[in-house]
């Protein structure tokens, strides 16, 4: 065990005197246990060099100014000693073949401007006395059947009478794995009691004895201690028991609105994880990073998505006339119109159209109009045939033309003109009078 009220001192020793009121510095007060185990030498030695190890570790000339800072940079730096104890034991193990399988618990409570911080790997305990409150156990067994409590197989009370409520999951000098500790910090007030034991007290003492005998000999802490002792020994004591009790005598008075503890890089037990509180933040920020990734890749996909809105059609530069031309028998005689009247204004076509027949698979009586590609620039012609005759011959200026050598049954064709979408006359002078005034540039 080692007790510091002074760790700014470096002459730091273990006080022993009972029932002293110390005054804290600005370092704060130091409580620790360490259960050694391997039989009595190997023990002895192993929870000897993990004391040796806090000692130099809290040292003025070791400790840095910035572990003071805050809860959490104290409680990752008690947790860095116990690290740097358990490599201790096992190097000393590697080097002694006497001390082989030894290890040791170790557990560590520092009380710094109205905060506890505790920190430990194995199952020594550590408790939180509140007068008119109760007792609370403030750390966690690293234990098999702690482990059984937690998934609800078994009770605390059943934890107790459990056969192996000895075997321990974690400790110093496990040459299997590194050592892993866990901490707590919680705010302490006037009058509260730490204790800080090794298992040998509370493996045979349950927690309502505990709290009972600390409540009815509260007044001394020598009187505390002695009736815990006659309690442990009266329930047939089987291991060293090692306790250390500690009183606030000068504080803030309780206040029940922050009872809760303010917990600085406790392992947290998350969907049967165990996780710790800064990890938890760093995986919930991925999975937020994630789900808002998924839904910005939806989104741009959605908006990118073609729809049949946005099918536009691109106008050719050869527009078909919707207009549909008006079916025509053969036995019909078609007149052509060379000017129209002048109080008519002509139909506006764009050069770009072109008249495309309708043709009826059943009749050969349809006039098909195929566009073709005007002979010179100044005109612009076009010519009509039946729809399914071949060896039709070209209409001149509208009047019918003479079947010279045609094949029996066609018949006459007729030539429109520009106004109505035809090619202009083969002779311009020939109507020049009849001809319509607006002009249309090719």
């Not at 005689?333 to 698979?361: C, F, G, M, R, Y």
């Not at 050598?405 to 090619?423: D, V």
Request: proline content about 5%; aromatic content about 6%; glycine content about 6%.
């Amino acid at each position: 065990m080692f007790v510091c009220a002074d760790l700014s001192s470096k002459g730091q020793e273990t006080l022993f005197s009972v029932d002293k009121e110390e005054s804290l510095s600005k370092g704060g007060c130091l409580l620790v246990v360490a259960d050694g185990m391997g039989g009595m030498n190997a023990g002895e030695v192993a929870s000897e060099i993990a004391i040796n190890v806090v000692k130099e570790s809290f040292s003025p000339d070791t400790i840095q100014s910035s572990v003071f800072e805050s809860p959490k940079t104290r409680a990752r730096f008690m947790e860095g000693v116990v690290v740097r104890a358990d490599e201790a034991i096992k190097r000393h193990a590697e080097q002694n073949s006497e001390c082989e399988g030894m290890g040791s618990t170790l557990i560590m409570a520092w009380l710094y401007e109205g905060k506890v911080t505790v920190t430990w790997c194995g199952d020594s305990r550590a408790y939180l006395y509140r007068p008119g409150v109760g007792l609370k156990q403030i750390s966690k067994d690293h234990s098999y059947v702690q482990e059984l409590v937690d998934e609800g197989k078994i009770t605390m009370d059943e934890a107790f009478d459990h056969p192996y409520n000895n075997v321990i999951t974690r400790s110093l000098g496990d040459q299997s794995k590194k050592a892993k500790a866990d901490s707590v910090t919680i705010p302490i007030f006037l009058g509260d009691i730490i204790m800080v034991n090794s298992d040998g007290l509370s493996g045979v003492l349950r927690d309502k004895e505990l709290e009972s005998l600390i409540s009815s000999n509260c007044q001394t802490m020598s009187g505390c201690r002695a009736a815990l002792w006659e309690a442990a020994e009266k329930a047939d004591w089987y291991d060293n028991v090692t306790a250390i009790l500690c009183e606030i005598t000068e504080g803030a008075d309780y206040d029940p609105s922050i009872e809760e503890s303010v917990s600085d890089g406790l392992d947290k037990s998350f969907f049967n994880f165990r996780i710790s509180k800064r990890r938890l933040k760093w995986v919930l920020a991925a999975l937020t990073f994630l789900l808002l990734a998924a839904i910005c890749f939806l989104t741009i996909r959605t908006c990118h998505k073609p729809t049949p809105d946005e099918n536009v059609v691109v106008e050719d530069t050869s527009v078909n006339d919707e207009t549909p031309i008006e079916d025509t028998t053969v036995d019909k005689t078609i007149e052509t119109v060379v000017a129209s009247q002048p109080s008519q204004e002509p139909e506006k076509k764009s050069i770009k159209d072109k008249i495309t027949p309708q043709a009826k698979p059943e009749t050969t009586d349809t006039l098909s109009q195929q566009a073709t590609e005007p002979k010179d620039s100044s005109s612009l012609r076009r010519r009509l045939t039946p729809a399914g005759m071949s060896g039709s011959k070209q209409l001149d200026n509208g009047q019918p033309a003479q079947k010279n050598g045609a094949n029996e049954g066609e018949k006459e064709r007729p030539r429109l003109t520009p106004a109505q979408g035809g090619s202009a006359p083969s002779n311009p002078l020939e109507n020049k009078q009849k001809a319509d005034t607006s002009k249309v540039n090719l």
